[in-house]
């Protein structure tokens, strides 16, 4: 309760976010979404469906059966899980993995941690490797784009 409390107190939301890439996919992808869900729906499920359809990925790598069903759900002309060297999502769960995973990710693909919220981030909030990483508090959200500045983001959704 205190850790959620300490990330509320560092967290913005698009107001407070100076990079466009990052404000445009806040308030079009996550923001302007939230209302197509139900309230069955965890939010990081509905984080992951509004990423997917906002940068329209097309190969995606999860190791989130639950997930990998949902998705398979949302969207059929996606390839999930199939044999492909470098895809547009990959979804993992632990955090200290998340190394494995880089040189399966293009300058433009996504790599999500979910159930953050109980591990140690720094190892990845100073990693050089990415240079974007928004923190969800529940889910991390990192970017290798060439064109990023290196930034932490803190963001509420």
Do not use: W
Request: contains cysteine.
């Amino acid at each position: 309760m205190f850790s959620y409390l300490k990330f509320l107190l560092k967290s913005t939301n698009q107001h407070g976010v100076h990079s466009p890439y990052v404000y445009n996919y806040l308030t079009k992808g996550l923001y302007k979404n939230r209302k197509h869900f139900s309230n069955k729906e965890t939010k990081s499920l509905k984080l992951i469906i509004s990423t997917v359809s906002y940068f329209e990925c097309k190969t995606v790598f999860t190791t989130n059966s639950e997930i990998q069903k949902n998705i398979q759900n949302s969207f059929e002309s996606i390839s999930i899980n199939e044999h492909h060297e470098l895809f547009d999502l990959i979804i993992i769960e632990n955090l200290t993995d998340y190394k494995l995973y880089l040189d399966k990710m293009k300058n433009d693909s996504l790599l999500i941690i979910l159930n953050t919220q109980n591990q140690s981030k720094e190892i990845i909030l100073n990693q050089t490797d990415c240079t974007l990483v928004l923190d969800f508090y529940y889910m991390i959200v990192v970017s290798k784009r060439k064109e990023q500045k290196r930034e932490n983001f803190f963001l509420r959704y």
